[in-house]
């Protein structure tokens, strides 16, 4: 485990939270969080930084830990360990460049650039999926709050125009970007904002560009 990972760790059990209440306070899956403590998931300056500050943590803390504990040496040797800790450390972040992708987080309604996600890239492959084929948006309304999506959400969308029935889908309709369950009714479309279709409509299947299916979601605090 490296030190960032561990200082992580050691400050979330040190405030008392669980891994899934930080990865709510920080926008990140459970999941993300784990593979960061464990050390399976490298992450930048930024992100590290952002953790911990959630945390109440900075991350010169982490940076610099190891040099404190140096023993007793030399000026002259000090200011050559100083300088030996602070290297890497831009050498790493260029190294990160070649495997931390990052994707815009775009407005559901607007369409316009809102934010933006750093995610790493494993085996050639962002989450398990090529990183093309993945975006993000961010609900603009309670539209879906039924199937638990509100306002300020990011969805995590995997591009595809397969249908899955029942599944949920970023589609795009009467130049207007929807998520939606999608069942498909052969050359009709039925558009639900509930798993009970109380809330559906029946539409051509031609009147719907669908973008892609949604695959998570994180929850806006």
């Known amino acids: 485990m490296n030190r960032v990972a561990q ?3 050691d400050a979330r059990l040190k405030s008392g939270m669980s891994e899934k209440q930080l990865a709510k306070k920080c926008g ?6 784990l593979q960061i403590e464990t050390g399976k998931k490298i ?12 945390l109440g943590e900075e991350i010169a803390l982490v940076e610099f830990s190891d040099a404190k504990e140096e023993k007793p040496a030399k000026p002259m040797r000090q200011q050559t360990q100083a300088s030996f800790v602070a290297e890497p450390n831009e050498q790493w972040m260029d190294a990160l460049g070649g495997v931390i992708k990052k994707f815009p987080i775009v407005d559901n309604r607007t369409k316009k650039n809102v934010g933006k996600k750093e995610l790493p890239i494993i085996a050639k492959k962002v989450e398990g999926y090529h990183p093309d084929k993945i975006m993000f948006v961010r609900a603009a309304g309670n539209d879906m709050e039924a199937m638990r999506i509100e306002s300020g959400d990011v969805v995590m969308v995997l591009k595809t125009k397969e ?4 599944a949920l889908y970023l589609l795009e309709m009467n130049n207007q970007r929807l998520i939606r369950k999608v069942r498909r009714d052969n050359d009709k479309i ?3 904002r509930d798993q009970a279709e109380r809330y559906s409509e029946l539409v051509p299947l031609k009147s719907v560009n669908l973008i892609g299916r949604c695959i998570r979601v994180e929850v806006s605090l």
């Open 7 to 9: 200082k992580i760790k």
């Open 190 to 192: 039925r558009l639900s």
């Open 28 to 33: 990140l899956s459970v999941s993300y969080i």
């Open 163 to 166: 249908i899955q029935n029942n």
């Open 43 to 54: 992450i930048n300056e930024k992100m590290a930084d952002k953790i911990l500050a959630v």
